[in-house]
């Protein structure tokens, strides 16, 4: 018991920073908002309430011929991509939060409907890792990553 009590006394006090049960709540509601928000189809501007507005935020999704980074990129990108639905609706199911002091990271299922212009209806049905990053006091979206969830 003495040298676990003296390893635990030895480590950075930053390497002791335990998960708050506020925190993963908070985790969970920026990442349903960001669902939510999935349903708006604008110019990309509703994403402004859940990314981080910031230069080093990436996207890869399951058509991305190459990682979106930055902001900028990212708004342009969900302006364009909104242009093809006329109804979107994407929730995650299976999810699991882990906090590590300001980085926070998502695994779980994107399940839903997607309502194209062309008329056709596409299952979504992907894996999904998304990265939040505590800023001024707000988890925001600093990456998402989805590719198709093997059969």
Do not use: C
Request: proline share 3%.
């Amino acid at each position: 018991m003495l040298a676990l009590t003296t390893m635990l006394v030895a480590l950075p006090a930053n390497r002791l920073v335990a998960q708050q049960p506020s925190d993963v709540q908070a985790v969970k509601a920026a990442s349903k908002t960001f669902y939510s928000t999935l349903s708006v189809l604008d110019d990309g501007s509703a994403m402004e309430r859940v990314w981080a507005r910031t230069s080093y935020v990436t996207y890869v999704g399951p058509q991305s011929k190459s990682v979106i980074v930055g902001w900028d990129a990212q708004k342009q990108y969900w302006g364009d991509f909104n242009k093809r639905f006329t109804q979107r609706t994407v929730s995650l199911v299976d999810d699991r939060v882990h906090i590590n002091g300001n980085l926070a990271w998502e695994i779980g299922v994107e399940t839903g409907q997607a309502h194209m212009k062309d008329g056709t209806i596409r299952k979504v049905d992907w894996i999904v890792t998304n990265v939040y990053e505590k800023l001024g006091g707000q988890w925001l979206m600093v990456s998402h990553h989805v590719q198709p969830r093997p059969q």
